[in-house]
C-alpha cells in the first residue's frame, strides 16, 4: 500500500475507530450488462441488492463505499482479543462510452493493536476485481484482475479451484470474500445450446496463509527462500452451461496450478514450496422440485500432489463429489444440508498426508425475522474421518438501508490431532460487527 493510500485509509478508520465494531462486507453493486442483442452477461461474483438511495428510490449511484469495524474475543482461557480491525471497501461499476463496462471493487483494512494481525502485517489492501467488459454481438470479453466462481460447495473446492482464496482468517464460508482476484482474459458466448465460456490467466496466484505471528499460525517448518516446481504458471479452462425450466448444468474442464503449494523436503531439513500442475474435469447441476433444491458436483483432479512419511511428493488422481439440497418452507426459513467426499485413487500406505476417503458434512438453518431486518444462521460443519466440528451462529440486524449490525459465535472442537480443526479448537470467540455504507 502506497504512503498516500495508507494515509487516506488511517484517517477514515480512525475516525469510524472506537466504539463501533465491525460488520460483513455487503454484497457488491449490481454489474449485469446489457448488451445491444437483448440479452443479458452478469458477473456471478456478485448481488444484485444495491442499496436504495435516501435521496431517491431510482437513481443508484456507480459508487458504493462501505466502511466498518469488527472485533472478536476469545472466550476459553487464554483470554485475548483475537479481531480489531477497520476496513474501507471501494466498489465501482459503470458503462464508458456505452460499448464498456468496468468494474472495480477494492478493499483497504487496518490492524489496530491488539489484532491477531497488528503486528505481522499492520495494513492489508485486497484488490478483488479491476476489469473492462464489452461486448461483440452475442459474446462478452472481460480483461484485467478478476475472480472466477465455479461450482456451489460452501465447505470444499470441488470445482471451485480457479480463483484462489484468502486463508488467513478461519472460521469464514463467505465465497465472495474468500476468493481472490488474478489477471485474466474471460469469453462467454451466448448461444441457443446454451452458454459457452473460456478463460486465460498468464501467471497463477496462490492462496493466502497464515503469517507467522499471527493466531491461526502453526506451521513448525522451515522453508527455502525460493519456490520450485513449474515454471510456466499459465491456466486456461473452458465451460458449457444449459439452463432448462426447472434445471441447469455445467460442464468444464481445465489445466490449473494448485493454489495451495505442494511440499518436499530436502537432506538437510529444509522445505521447498513447489508449484504443481494438475488437471480437471467436472460437471455442476442445479435442480429445483417445489420447494427444494438440489444441488451437485462432481470432479476428477488429474496428478494431485500428496506427501509420503518422509515429505516427498507423491502423486495421485482424486475424484471430489459434492451433493446438496436447500429446503424453503417459507420465504423466511431456509434449511440446507450438504456433503463432500474426496476419493484418493490408487491409495497405499505410501500416501501418509491423506486417508483414502474424507467427508465433510454441513447443516444450515436460516431464519429473517422483523420484517427481514434481522437474519439469523445456524451452521453445523463436521469433518471425517479425523473427526472435528464447528458450530457458528451468525446474526446481522439492519438498522437502517445503510447500517448494519452484526453478532456472531464461533465453537470449534476437536479431539482428534488429525483433524485441521485441532489446533484452533481452543478459538471459542465471539465476534461484533457494524457497517456504514454509502
Not at 25 to 46: K, Y
Not at 196 to 213: C, D, K, Q, T, V
Not at 229 to 240: P, Q, R, V, Y
Not at 345 to 351: A, L, P, S, T, Y
Request: proline letters at 4%.
Amino acid at each position: 500500500m502506497s504512503k498516500i493510500s495508507l494515509t487516506l485509509l488511517c484517517i477514515v478508520c480512525a475516525a469510524f475507530n472506537g466504539p463501533l465494531l465491525a460488520g460483513d462486507d455487503a454484497s457488491a453493486p449490481n454489474t449485469d450488462m446489457v448488451v445491444d442483442m437483448g440479452f443479458e452477461v452478469a458477473d456471478p461474483a456478485t448481488s444484485d441488492d444495491t442499496l436504495v438511495s435516501e435521496v431517491s428510490d431510482q437513481a443508484t449511484s456507480p459508487l458504493r463505499i462501505t466502511l466498518a469495524h469488527e472485533a472478536s474475543y476469545k472466550v476459553e482461557q487464554p483470554e485475548s482479543l483475537v479481531k480489531n480491525r477497520t476496513s474501507a471497501r471501494l466498489e465501482y461499476s459503470d458503462y464508458v462510452r456505452e460499448r464498456f463496462f468496468v468494474q472495480l471493487d477494492a478493499k483497504g483494512s487496518v490492524f489496530w493493536g491488539p489484532d491477531h494481525r497488528h503486528d505481522a502485517e499492520g495494513t492489508d489492501l485486497m484488490l478483488s476485481q479491476a476489469y473492462v467488459q464489452t461486448s461483440i454481438r452475442q459474446t462478452s470479453i472481460k480483461a484485467g484482475y478478476q475472480i472466477l466462481p465455479w461450482g456451489e460447495s460452501i465447505i470444499a473446492p470441488v470445482t471451485d479451484v480457479v480463483s484462489p482464496r484468502d486463508q488467513r482468517e478461519l472460521f469464514n464460508f463467505n465465497l465472495d470474500e474468500l476468493r481472490l482476484g488474478q489477471a485474466m482474459v474471460a469469453v462467454d458466448q451466448y448461444s441457443d445450446y446454451g452458454q459457452w465460456s473460456a478463460f486465460y490467466i498468464p501467471r497463477a496466484e496462490f492462496n493466502e496463509n497464515p503469517l507467522p505471528g499471527t493466531a491461526y499460525y502453526f506451521d513448525p517448518l522451515r522453508y527455502r527462500s525460493e519456490i520450485g516446481g513449474e515454471d510456466d504458471l499459465a491456466e486456461f479452462g473452458a465451460s458449457w452451461r444449459k439452463t432448462f425450466e426447472d434445471a441447469d448444468i455445467t460442464v468444464m474442464a481445465a489445466n490449473l496450478i494448485a493454489n495451495d503449494y505442494a511440499l518436499s523436503m530436502g537432506t538437510d531439513g529444509l522445505v521447498t514450496r513447489e508449484r504443481e500442475r494438475f488437471s480437471l474435469a467436472g460437471a455442476v447441476f442445479n435442480y429445483a422440485l417445489k420447494q427444494v433444491i438440489f444441488r451437485g458436483e462432481v470432479a476428477w483432479k488429474s496428478g494431485q500432489a500428496f506427501n509420503d512419511a518422509a515429505l516427498q511428493i507423491v502423486k495421485r488422481d482424486v475424484v471430489d463429489a459434492y451433493i446438496g439440497a436447500e429446503y424453503s418452507p417459507s420465504s423466511t426459513l431456509t434449511v440446507s444440508v450438504e456433503g463432500v467426499n474426496r476419493h484418493v485413487m490408487d491409495w497405499n500406505g505410501e500416501v501418509a498426508s491423506a486417508p483414502r476417503d474424507s467427508q465433510s458434512l454441513l447443516l444450515s438453518v436460516t431464519k429473517m425475522l422483523l420484517h427481514d431486518d434481522l437474519t439469523i444462521n445456524f451452521l453445523n460443519f463436521h469433518s471425517m474421518p479425523q473427526s472435528g466440528s464447528l458450530a457458528m451462529l451468525l446474526t446481522t440486524y439492519d438498522l437502517s438501508d445503510n447500517m448494519r449490525l452484526g453478532f456472531n459465535v464461533v465453537l470449534p472442537y476437536s479431539q482428534s490431532h488429525d483433524s485441521a480443526l485441532f489446533t484452533v479448537r481452543d478459538q471459542k470467540q465471539v465476534v461484533f460487527k457494524i457497517q456504514y455504507q454509502f
